[in-house]
């Protein structure tokens, strides 16, 4: 296989991270003189849904241009000669934290190729559930696949479609796929942003003078100055071409099953998603959580940066105070440090430490997001009592995390999940707190704008802590398919 020309530097594991991960970001902007310089802020402003690698492609009228890398934004586009490559009015990007497929640069997105009809490059969030099986159906027809991204299924799917025209052909490839995925794409003269029917994953639309965006979430829209327009509806094409926007519903009616993590964790607190401010929703949280758990308590600390909005609505409703009793140091790095077993067991204190005036002697209320295998909730514990807290109690601003996520995010398998083998007391006593409450999933919709969960039909996805999935799961319930690349599984 030939070598990669880009030096493969896969992040070092975040040796103090027990959260789910948002798996990627998606960003397209067409009609803009600098189309790579602002795909590259709005993916800067989007870092935070993928930092493995990041990738543009942009079209200059004559041909397409790529430049796609291992890392964060800031490291592979933040030179002129990097934009310089990648002239054009149209660019579309993509940021990285892989799921599916292995870590390597044939796996980075956009993924781009020539067609009958002329050059499409797409990138997606999200997680076809029916990825191998479709694969396996490809290749028995003759498909060769380059890479490990269940992305590349579109390709083929668009290669042998009978439509006319390149939005019957994405509409074909579409329908055959089961899953959640919010992509971007781009022709010589279009382009494109589809929502999967049940719209799991968040896709915007912006606009800058001429110039449309779609991006992931409002934020990247934020960090060009583009106002924003509207979401894109679940199920929804939006084409944009030289004669304007257009919108098509290619697929039938189903209810909308937007991700509820996505205003629990995932979102950028200063985005507005689906018609909500992320901050705004993650104060509701604390307050109903605080209705729901109250305790006595003399602070109320965030596990931050995460928590930090529902230890706000938290203390505004208890009446208690607010303090920064923990501090996170943003700067842990990928790269100053091996990650050695000892290093490893220095633990969270290369990310947090005890703010210890404000926790001695204290009652503490520490709020976090979720607990995921419960190995940081521990240490961060330890280090709050060693710093004098008299009482710790727990509250978490999600119900307990029982199961994993097969729509686009990063999670461990499910018995690695502390909740999915413990119950609430035994996860209280593991992480060594007084008191240990999440919410309800009553209080988690009120905060988000519902009146309460409908058990019957949940508004959102809420899979991961209910078990119900909503969207079917192909690929699990008919057993693993074997995959093709075995020739090709190193790292490049
Ligand atoms: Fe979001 Fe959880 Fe549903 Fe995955 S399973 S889409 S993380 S709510």
Known sequence: MQKSPFPAIPPLPDMDDDHFHDECGVFGICRHVDAAAHTALGLHALQHRGQEAAGIVSYDGRQFHSHRAMGHVGDNFNSGDVIAGLPGEMAIGHNRYSTTGDTAIRNVQPLFAEFRFGGLAIAHNGNLTNA???????????CIFQSTSDTETFIHLIAISDGANVVERVTDALRQVDGAYSLVAMTREKLIGVRDPHGVRPLVLGKTGDAYILASETCALDIIGAEFVRDIAPGEMIVIDKDGMHSYSPFAPVPNKFCIFEF????????NVE?????QVRKNIGVELARESHVDADVVVPVPDSGVPAALGYAQQAGIPFELGIIRNHYVGRTFIEPTQQIRNLGVRLKHNANGRYLEGKRVVLVDDSIVRGTTSVKIVDMVRAAGATEVHMRISSPPTAHSCYYGIDTPESKELMASCM?????????????????SFDALYRAVGKEGRNNDAPQFCDACFSGEYPLRLTDRDDGPAPLQLSLLRERG
Request: glycine share 8%; no cysteine; charged share 30%.
């Open 423 to 439: 119950d609430i007391e035994e996860m209280r006593k593991t992480i060594g707190v007084d008191s240990l409450a999440f919410i």
């Open 132 to 142: 191998r099986s479709l694969r396996k159906a490809l290749i028995n027809r003759g």
């Open 275 to 279: 018609g909500k401010n992320i901050y």
């Open 264 to 271: 629990i964790y995932f979102a950028r607190p200063d985005s």
